[in-house]
Structures are given as C-alpha cells and as structure tokens.
C-alpha cells in the first residue's frame, strides 16, 4: 500500500494518472480522494461508504443508495439500474449520468 501512496503523492506533478477501483470507497487511503479530479460512484448498499463518500463529494451521493434506505434526498426517485453519481472535484456539485 505505500507504494500506492507514493504513486498517489507524486505522479501528478510529473503527468501520471492513477485510475482507482475500490468497492469499498470507506477503505480507500484519503490520498486518493484528495488528489482525484474526477470521481464515479455506482450503487452502494453500506451506509458507512456512502457517509464517507458525503463528505467529499457531497450529500447528493445519498442518490446511489436504494430510496428506502437513504438518509436524505429520500424525495428523489430511485435511479436507473447502471447509473452513477459523477463529480469533477474542480466544480461545486455532482452529477448523475448512466452506463
């Protein structure tokens, strides 16, 4: 995992991108969130990665979580299968697109 880190800490001055696959978002190292210009989001079903995942990227993940299981935005309505929340970290809000 260090070496992760350290691909993490300092590729991008020297043009290196980094593509991260987690399925537990709670489990990544916050290097990766911090230094992430583009982050995708598919359904999640614990509560805990969808808290973590609020807290960069805003409460309008909440959207990924099944209506009946979400803490807020529960007014919205359920998203298609094979949907995502989407956020450029460089701009203030989230977007929801599809596969």
Do not use: C
């Not at 995708?40 to 990227?57: A, P, Y």
Request: proline fraction near 5%; aromatic fraction near 10%.
């Amino acid at each position: 995992m260090k070496e992760f880190n350290d691909l993490i800490l300092s590729g991008r001055p020297r043009g290196i991108s980094v593509i991260s696959i987690s399925t537990r978002p709670a489990s990544l190292p916050n290097n990766v969130l911090t230094n992430a210009k583009h982050v995708f989001t598919f359904r999640l079903n614990i509560e805990s990665d969808v808290k973590f995942l609020e807290g960069w990227l805003g409460s309008e993940v909440w959207q990924v979580v099944q209506q009946n299981k979400r803490m807020k935005h529960k007014d919205l309505p359920e998203l298609p299968e094979h949907s995502f929340f989407y956020r450029n970290m460089d701009e203030h809000e989230g977007q929801i697109g599809k596969v």
